[in-house]
């Protein structure tokens, strides 16, 4: 005999079935298998279902964390290529630049906008771009 948390209530051994998770006795309902199949099925599905949505929630949150991480690679490259560019000063930020491109392709950062070079413009116009506190540049005019 298995005394209980409460000394006035004993589990004997011959009641020891009520901790089953199914009917022992042979009194108790009939439990068939097909019951238990149904149920495990049904369990499955649902877990299946469950497991599917949250997959998919990660598998979206996945590929938008990818394009983000492809748009800051894009932006980080543009702006290296700016830095690259010639310049014969000092670049400061806050300041905007305009970027030219000469015929030999190769690009040049000018404090003159294309308004200020007029008809003698010597290289193609690519856009205008501000210099931010990071380092980075935002392009302020559309894209050509």
């Known amino acids: 005999m298995v005394k209980g948390k409460d000394s006035d209530t004993n589990i ?7 901790l089953s998770p199914f009917p022992v006795s042979r009194l108790a309902p009939a439990f068939e298998l097909v019951d238990l199949a149904k149920e495990i099925a049904r369990a499955d599905d649902m877990l299946s279902i469950h497991a599917d ?38 670049k400061k930020a806050g300041k905007v630049y305009h970027l ?3 015929e030999s392709g190769a690009l040049v950062l000018s404090l ?33």
């Open 100 to 102: 030219y491109k000469k």
């Open 112 to 144: 003159l906008s294309p308004e200020d070079w007029g008809r003698r413009m010597p290289y193609s116009f690519e856009g205008s771009f501000r210099l931010e506190n990071d380092m980075s540049w935002t392009r302020i005019t559309p894209d050509i």
């Open 53 to 90: 949505g949250k997959l998919g929630v990660l598998a979206d949150q996945i590929r938008n964390l990818q394009q983000e991480a492809l748009s800051i690679l894009k932006k980080t490259r543009e702006s290296q290529v700016l830095h690259r560019a010639e310049c014969g000063y000092q």
């Open 12 to 18: 004997s051994d011959d009641n020891e079935h009520h």
